[in-house]
Nanobody, 124 residues
Framework: QVQLVESGGGSVQAGGSLRLSCSVS????????MAWFRQAPGKKREGVAR???????TYADSVTGRFTISKDNGKRLLYLQMNSLKPEDTAMYYC???????????????????WGQGTQVTVS
């Protein structure tokens, strides 16, 4: 059973940076497709970024050029480096994983089966 635990959230001023981490247990990180999602109050959960097993990345248009997803398979950690943060980036951020994933252009919630509990990011 894959277990995911996020960390690194917090409060930051607009224009600032944060790095989120997601630790993986119960599986080798190298076997997983992984992604970050976020959900703001009153809104649907949206895909932010995805990284496949080969390291290829996909981003939502709203974060392209500002956010970077990466994975350290040896440490079993997934990262999301967030730069130039905006108030509209405020949300609960979730780590997600799956063993097989269609490589579509969108980061879709339906494709992922394992989820963390989330970490809050607030940009003011």
């Amino acid at each position: 059973q894959v277990q995911l635990v996020e960390s690194g959230g917090g409060s930051v001023q607009a224009g600032g940076s944060l790095r989120l981490s997601c630790s993986v247990s119960g599986s080798a990180a190298s076997s997983l497709y992984m992604a970050w999602f976020r959900q703001a109050p009153g809104k649907k959960r949206e895909g932010v970024a995805r990284i496949d097993r080969g390291g290829r990345t996909t981003y939502a248009d709203s974060v392209t050029g500002r956010f970077t997803i990466s994975k350290d398979n040896g440490k079993r950690l997934l990262y999301l480096q967030m730069n130039s943060l905006k108030p509209e980036d405020t949300a609960m951020y979730y780590c997600a994983a799956v063993y097989a994933c269609p490589l579509v252009s969108e980061v879709r919630e339906v494709d992922f089966g394992y989820w963390g509990q989330g970490t809050q990011v607030t940009v003011s």
